[in-house]
Nanobody, 124 residues
Framework: VQLQASGGGFVQTGGSLRLSCRASERTFSEYTMAWFRQAPGKEREFVAAVRRSGGSTYYADSVKGRSTISSDITKNTVYLQMDSLKPEDTAVYYC??????????????????WGQGTLVTVSS
């Protein structure tokens, strides 16, 4: 499985971005899809995940209410819509896929496949 992330960019505080992650094959029926991010000098952290076939969604507290993860099976693509962006959202965002049990959904080491990352910069 290959993942191609895109959609990052430079926005002002309060702005919006939609990140996309296109998979090389149909992954949604088998894998949990997730977004993680890593800010400069910080560890990678969980952002959001969607269970197989567009099922249940999960969010980090830091983005809950401001972000929406969704998937389009016909396009083999997972999206992360981010609204009301803050400077602390600045990071490289990575999409990931894996057969992950629910209790480990926020643990990056449980995911087998990773995209190359897309940079989001939010100015204050």
């Amino acid at each position: 499985v290959q993942l191609q992330a895109s959609g990052g960019g430079f926005v002002q505080t309060g702005g919006s971005l939609r990140l996309s992650c296109r998979a090389s094959e149909r992954t949604f029926s088998e894998y949990t899809m997730a977004w993680f991010r890593q800010a400069p000098g910080k560890e990678r952290e969980f952002v959001a995940a969607v269970r197989r076939s567009g099922g249940s969604t999960y969010y980090a507290d830091s983005v809950k209410g401001r972000s929406t993860i969704s998937s389009d099976i016909t396009k083999n693509t997972v999206y992360l819509q981010m609204d009301s962006l803050k400077p602390e959202d600045t990071a490289v965002y990575y999409c990931a896929a894996g057969r992950v049990i629910l209790t480990s959904i926020r643990r990056g080491e449980q995911y087998n496949y990773w995209g190359q990352g897309t940079l989001v910069t939010v100015s204050s």
